[in-house]
């Protein structure tokens, strides 16, 4: 089934399967931090749609991915002049808070100096930043809030997204909040690093987490679904342009996801203890960054999240004890 310069496939990913029109003529893309949970998603999503990826990494890329070290300028230049990307989907950075206050200039030249580099030589660029660039007292937040960032993260991204105007204008800033998804390892995401939390059950300790600071858990999949639709629209409509939220709906504590992942199993949650006072920690954390996320829904480029228990039971199951549990019509 296809149309004149189009073809429909079928899209298989955990608990979903989409048909799906791709575009022969091949658009390029090129995806940094592609060996990271958000930017292997992107780059699945935009092949899955047609587009020709180029994605880079550094520790983990060959032989799948390009090495490039993103922190240095030369290299990052001779590898737009060589691929000549249509679009940049920025995913590489240094996302830890508490890794940045120990190790700062390292990371601001990832968060800061690498995006000013990729942003000079960009057709259309799409930067990801963070809901940390609000200090979490008055959500939800608009996109033309006033940012006022409480940690170095948080204002290494906002760096990041001046740089990302300064020097492309046209430039798509993408606010995005905590994120879980396919992960390699369940220790890749702050979300799905709970479940080793609720897996102490069958070791009979109780396990305290946060119930203080507010989240909202956004599944990186679907966050690489709006990515593609503002690459698509973006390259046809110079409106689209500037700072956009994207976020999950379900606001959560860490102790509440916790417990919803032991109830998607159905696995005892009585040893997880909620924690009511904020914990210490080397980098500060806003209370609750709400994104307002209406410009995209406006537009027509959201996509509805599924509900978090669905969604983190299709990243989490392979790390279960027996992984026979979930039966699918494809068995």
Not at 167 to 186: D, N
Not at 233 to 258: L, N, V
């Amino acid at each position: 089934m296809s149309h004149a310069g189009a073809e429909m496939r079928i899209v298989f990913s955990p608990g979903r399967v989409q048909l799906v029109q791709v575009c022969l003529v091949h658009v390029r893309v090129l995806v940094t931090g592609a060996t990271g949970l958000l930017g292997r998603a992107v780059c699945k999503e935009f092949q899955n749609n047609g587009w020709n990826v180029i994605g880079t990494g550094y520790r983990r890329a060959q032989p799948r991915f390009l090495r490039c070290d993103m922190t240095d300028e030369d290299a990052v230049k001779r590898l737009l002049h060589e691929h000549k990307p249509d679009v940049i989907v920025h995913c590489a950075a240094e996302r830890r808070p508490d890794v940045m206050e120990r190790h700062t200039e390292a990371a601001v030249h990832l968060n800061v100096h690498a995006t000013g580099t990729l942003a000079k030589e960009a057709a259309f660029f799409i930067y990801i930043s963070t809901d940390y660039v609000f200090d979490g007292r008055s959500p939800p937040y608009g996109e033309d809030d006033c940012p006022n960032p409480v940690n170095l993260y948080g204002r290494s991204k906002l760096e990041g997204e001046r740089e990302s105007l300064r020097h492309c204008p046209g430039a798509v800033i993408l606010r995005v909040p905590v994120l879980f998804g396919e992960v390699e390892s369940v220790a890749e995401s702050a979300v799905t690093a709970l479940w080793l939390k609720v897996e102490e059950a069958a070791e009979d300790h109780c396990s305290a987490l946060d119930h203080c600071l507010q989240r909202f858990p956004t599944d990186a999949r679907d966050v690489a679904t709006v990515c593609r639709k503002l690459a698509e629209r973006g390259r046809q409509d110079p409106s689209i342009r500037g700072i956009f939220h994207f976020s999950g709906k379900e606001q959560m504590t860490k102790y509440e996801m916790a417990v919803a992942m032991a109830q998607a199993f159905n696995l005892p949650s009585n040893h997880l203890v909620p924690l009511t006072e904020q914990p210490a920690a080397a980098a500060a954390r806003p209370i609750n960054s709400q994104l307002n996320c209406s410009r995209l829904e406006l537009l027509n480029l959201s996509v509805e999240p599924q509900p978090f228990s669905t969604a983190i039971a299709d990243c989490l199951w392979p790390f279960t004890a027996d992984k026979r549990w979930r039966q699918t019509v494809f068995h």
